[in-house]
Nanobody
Framework: VQLQASGGGLVQPGGSLKLSCAVS????????MGWFRRPPGKGREFVAA????????SYVDSVKGRFTISRDSPKNTVYLRMNSLKPEDTAVYYC???????????????????WGQGTQVTVSS
């Protein structure tokens, strides 16, 4: 199973990026998917999660109203649209997948079984 995150880069404050997480080797079309991040010098933190049909999402308070998680299940891909980016959003972003089907959203990294390699997002002028 491989989760390939992409779309990171350098962006100015106030700018936007869209991260993608393409999954191969397993069908995650009906599994909960999440995004986490690790800021420089800090631990990994939850960012957003989406349940199997997109009907339920969860966000950390610091990104609510700015980030949007979505999925294209037939393409086995999850996205994270990030708007109004701030310097404090600078981090390595990871996508993750839960192994069970038809579950709820999960905010804890311990609930995820598969992880991507991460993509760097740097917000700086």
């Amino acid at each position: 199973v491989q989760l390939q995150a992409s779309g990171g880069g350098l962006v100015q404050p106030g700018g936007s990026l869209k991260l993608s997480c393409a999954v191969s080797g397993r069908n995650f079309g009906v599994s909960t998917m999440g995004w986490f991040r690790r800021p420089p010098g800090k631990g990994r933190e939850f960012v957003a999660a989406i349940n199997w049909n997109g009907g339920s999402t969860s966000y950390v308070d610091s990104v609510k109203g700015r980030f949007t998680i979505s999925r294209d299940s037939p393409k086995n891909t999850v996205y994270l649209r990030m708007n109004s980016l701030k310097p404090e959003d600078t981090a390595v972003y990871y996508c993750a997948g839960h192994q069970d089907y038809f579950g709820p959203v999960y905010n804890s990294a311990d609930d995820y079984d598969y992880w991507g390699q991460g993509t760097q997002v740097t917000v700086s002028s």
